[in-house]
């Protein structure tokens, strides 16, 4: 039975190399001849199946031992090749794998596994499948001691490596998770809660490994960030898979794994030295702030921020300090090697090979070139000399030049050595190099929000919400579904983020104290951003303004991005050292005859008048502006602020320019004397002058409203829902002043009061007064008075209201006397001589203008005369006072008795 079992294997063992080779699946083929997948089939298809799909032949001996062994018992004549196939892919595991004698130590670890696997419901295999893609059952080292549970108080690392080497496949070098699974299934756990109990008694967890105090944290982050640096490691990946909140911490037992993952086989990490850099990086509750570790790590041999500092020292390696160095070997190894390398070099010169390079990359397995070859395929490579080496000779070429994974030989450090007109590495001799900054990232800052001045921080929010014209509510209404005022604190810090920009950023000290300052009393954890959006939006108007109209809002121009700032002023002895830093400074410039803005305007990409204090030192240095340390401290402290340089105020006082002045300023100086254009909103309202009795408030309401067609009723009955004819007051008020009738806030007090209401004092008839103005159109219920008679109201020229003083009525009577003598004497026509000025034909025209036409006819000459006539006939037109010239020519004509037409 024994040899029959023998023979058996011996015919699978061929089959699956068959299929194998092939790369097919053995029950593909045998099912096509299974129509009905009943799991049998003739003896004449299985042996066509074998000799045709597989390419084995099988002889009668073998082909009887498998009748015998796999023919149905229901069915004479049929083979059930399932159970076949089954015995195969059994064969084929007791082939590729050898049983690991499992050791009595490893059993006790097994035995540990398997109470904490179970009590935790951890299925191990699960673990593994994602990076076995084939379903063999193996994964690779690395692969292991990633996926393998984390569990540092049950097992030590070199019980972890105990398994490893208990369960490696010994041709493919791979690790046997399904065998590791298979041993941990078979452990019965029969009194696991007595096990359990004994756990600790019989094999006590290990004290945890407290930080050697003498091991220096720099030499290991060194270290480490010279391996990831090398490899080109992503370090955030690695930990971000723990921190799902993405919080930037994690724990330390997380971190360690992380830090294991990124060092790998390549840069082993003892457990004191991970325990060191966990506990530097370590927070106040425990947790280890991975974000810190990981911006030190992506920054070696770089300054942060780069482009903002351009003048800052960045250290540089000197060359070939980070290349891949060849191993150190015993002496004796060492001559040994270096004699074997004698003997390649002589060989290499004495055959002229100048190409050598090229044959071993083309074994080079890397598709990204990883500059390394296999062990056999550097062996193979080497018998392409014709030197007889020894395996020994071969081993210590290999050992002397192999990774430091220990699994590939760096063949351009081989080629090298044996090639002295191949240059792949240079280690430069002069390693006179910057000294390398201490690379211990700082720590997060701690939180200190009592030592934040909330006054002085809430003045600068204003000031940038004034300045950049902010709208708070849109950073903060999409986080507050209910429309309640309150978000969490962290939705808070979100929207203050998004609400600053680049324009200022807030620290986590500030963040914190405005969150404190504006904490929600009704709701814990909440923040009242409705509170803070009051405070901001403060600088810009006042709220519910629409029920003050009376309210004086006081101007915000005085308001600058830097008025927040309000420290003490620098010394006399810095502002003179300044001084005369500049004075220096002024005369260079006026003798090289220098162009000193472009230099700054290339740093002020957003033309907003700073620079940074490196930009600004670096612009001098390029003008070839010296100074000393002392005096450039002096001028930062003079134009500085907390966003940098003010260099426009800077040149300002270097090298002034005279510049001509700006045609709008001195037009508008001009127009301010004609157009009183701030008499708007309550300033107008707060003015004295107006009428001073009701009757001419009215009369000057009824020639507006004559004027310009207004309907007063449209402004009223909006505040008079129940059209009872009477409205408040303040409605009174507010609709008068939207009507836009120019009234005095005395004037509208003499309405209210004519018009009020006598059930109550703060209720005003506007039916009344409505009635009143209206009259001015038709007479009310005129249908029922069809026989009265409608007399057509009449606008009194606004020149005769004009009042003149009993001196200047005097003056201007002896002016028009002389007038209308001279135009009758001369039967002169005066409208021509004006409407040549009057381009819009509404008879009017300046002052000056009337002044030329009777200088032309030499009328008049004194000041006097001139003043009484533009008195008496000044009108206003467009806002600008101006003279009436037909109403002038008109009373000329009538002194003079003259028709005006002749």
């Known amino acids: 039975m024994a040899a029959l079992v023998h023979q058996r294997t011996s015919l699978q063992k061929k089959i699956h190399h068959a299929a194998q080779n092939k790369r097919v699946r053995f029950n593909e083929f045998f099912k096509d001849f299974d129509r009905l997948r009943t799991g049998e089939i003739t003896e004449s298809q299985f042996k066509r199946c074998i000799n045709q799909s597989f390419g084995v032949t099988v002889s009668e001996n073998d082909f009887n031992q498998i009748k015998e062994a796999y023919g149905s018992a229901k069915n004479i004549g049929m083979i059930n090749y399932r159970e076949f196939v089954n015995g195969l892919h059994e064969n084929e595991r007791s082939f590729s794998r050898k049983a690991p004698v499992v050791t009595e130590n490893v059993n006790q670890i097994l035995k540990k596994l398997k109470s ?27 692969q292991f001691w990633r996926c393998f549970p984390s569990i540092p108080d049950v097992l030590t690392h070199a019980e972890i490596s105990d398994i490893i080497q208990t369960y490696r496949h010994r041709n493919t070098n791979l690790i046997s998770y399904s065998k590791f699974h298979q ?11 007595s096990e359990l109990r004994q756990l600790q008694t019989l094999v006590p967890t290990p004290p945890p490994v407290s930080p ?78 991975y974000r810190d570790f990981c911006f030190l790590m992506e920054n070696a041999f770089n300054v942060p921020h780069l482009e903002k500092n351009p003048t800052a020292t960045v250290y540089r390696p000197h060359t070939g300090a980070l290349a891949h160095t060849v191993h150190k070997l015993d002496p004796e190894d060492e001559a040994q090697v270096e004699k074997v390398l004698d003997i390649l070099r002589d060989y290499v010169t004495r055959r002229r090979i100048t190409m050598l390079y090229p044959f071993f990359k083309d074994f080079d397995r890397g598709k990204l070139f990883s500059r390394g070859v296999t062990k056999a395929q550097f062996r193979r490579l080497l018998n392409f000399f014709d030197v007889d080496l020894t395996d020994k000779d071969c081993e210590l070429i290999c050992k002397k030049f192999e990774e430091p994974n220990g699994t590939d030989v760096n063949y351009p450090a081989f080629v090298q050595a044996i090639d002295k007109d191949y240059q792949d590495t240079h ?28 006054q002085k921080l809430i003045h600068r929010l204003q000031c940038e919400v004034k300045v950049y014209r902010v709208r708070v509510c849109e950073h903060f209404k999409d986080f507050d ?53 009051r405070d901001m939006e403060r600088v810009i108007t006042e709220r519910n303004l629409e029920k003050k109209p009376d309210f004086r809002v006081r101007s915000n121009d005085h308001i600058t991005l830097n008025s927040w700032n309000t420290e003490t002023e620098i010394s006399e002895e810095v502002k003179a050292r300044g001084e005369k830093a500049i004075t220096r400074m002024r005369e260079e410039i006026a003798q090289r005859r220098i162009m000193t803005k472009p230099c700054f305007h290339d740093f002020d990409r957003h033309n907003c008048g700073y620079v940074s204090r490196n930009q600004f030192a670096q612009g001098l240095s390029y003008l070839g502006l010296e100074s000393t340390e002392a005096e450039r401290e002096a001028i930062n402290a003079m134009y500085g602020d907390a966003k940098g340089i003010n260099y426009h105020i800077f040149f300002k006082d270097l090298d002034p320019v005279e510049c001509e002045p700006r045609k709008y300023e001195r037009n508008l100086s001009e127009m301010v004397r004609y157009i009183n254009f701030r008499e708007t909103g309550t300033e107008r309202l707060l003015k004295k002058d107006g009428c001073k009795t009701v009757e001419a408030v009215i009369e000057k309401i009824k020639e507006t409203v004559m004027k310009r067609r207004i309907r007063l009723l449209e402004f009223f009955k909006d505040y008079d829902k129940l059209k009872s004819g009477r409205i408040l007051k303040s409605n009174f008020k507010r609709a008068l002043d939207l009507s836009g009738l120019n009234l005095t806030v005395d004037e509208i007090d003499l309405l209210a009061k004519r018009y009020q209401s006598d059930k109550g004092q703060d209720c005003v008839f506007y039916h009344h007064f409505n009635d009143e103005i209206e009259s001015i159109f038709t007479v009310k219920e005129l249908e029922k008075s069809p026989t009265a008679q409608v007399v057509q109201y009449k606008i009194m020229p606004a020149w005769l209201k004009n009042n003149l003083s009993k001196p200047i009525q005097e003056v201007y009577n002896s002016a028009m006397e002389h007038l209308a003598r001279f135009v009758k004497t001369r039967r002169m026509q005066l409208y021509p001589m004006f409407e040549d000025y009057d381009k819009c034909r509404n008879g009017t025209v300046t002052y000056s203008q009337f002044r030329r036409v009777l200088s032309i006819l030499s009328l008049i000459a004194d000041e006097v005369e001139f003043h009484a006539l533009e008195k008496q006939y000044k009108v206003n037109v467009g806002g600008m006072n101006v003279f009436n010239y037909l109403a002038f020519c008109d009373d000329i004509y009538e002194i003079a008795k003259l028709n005006k037409l002749d």
Not at 506 to 525: F, H, M, N, V, W
């Open 183 to 193: 041993d941990l299934d078979k452990i019965s756990l029969s009194g696991e809660k």
């Open 427 to 454: 280690v430069s001799e002069d390693k006179t190099t910057h000294p390398r900054p201490p690379s211990l990232a700082p720590l997060s800052p701690k939180l200190s929000p009592h030592l934040v001045d909330i």
């Open 116 to 142: 904490h696997f179970h009590f935790r419901g951890i299925i191990l295999s699960d673990c593994f499948e994602d990076f076995d893609k084939t379903n063999s059952g193996l994964v690779t080292e690395s």
């Open 481 to 533: 579904g209910l429309k309640s005022g309150s978000i969490s604190k962290s939705l808070f810090k979100r929207g203050l983020a998004s609400m600053q920009g680049n324009h200022y950023n807030l620290t986590r000290s500030e963040l914190e104290a405005l969150s404190i300052y504006y904490t929600d009393p009704k709701t814990k954890g909440n923040v009242r951003w409705s509170d803070f959006e």
């Open 212 to 289: 050697d105090p003498q091991l220096p944290v720099q030499k290991v982050l060194d270290k480490v960030q010279l391996h990831v640096y090398k490899d080109g490691i992503r370090t955030t990946e690695f930990f971000i898979d723990h921190d799902k909140l993405r919080s930037g911490f994690i724990t330390k037992n997380q971190f360690i794994i992380g830090l294991n993952l990124i060092c790998g086989n390549r840069c082993p990490l003892t457990r004191e030295e991970g325990d060191k850099i966990a506990d530097h990086y370590i927070a106040s509750d425990g947790r280890v702030c």
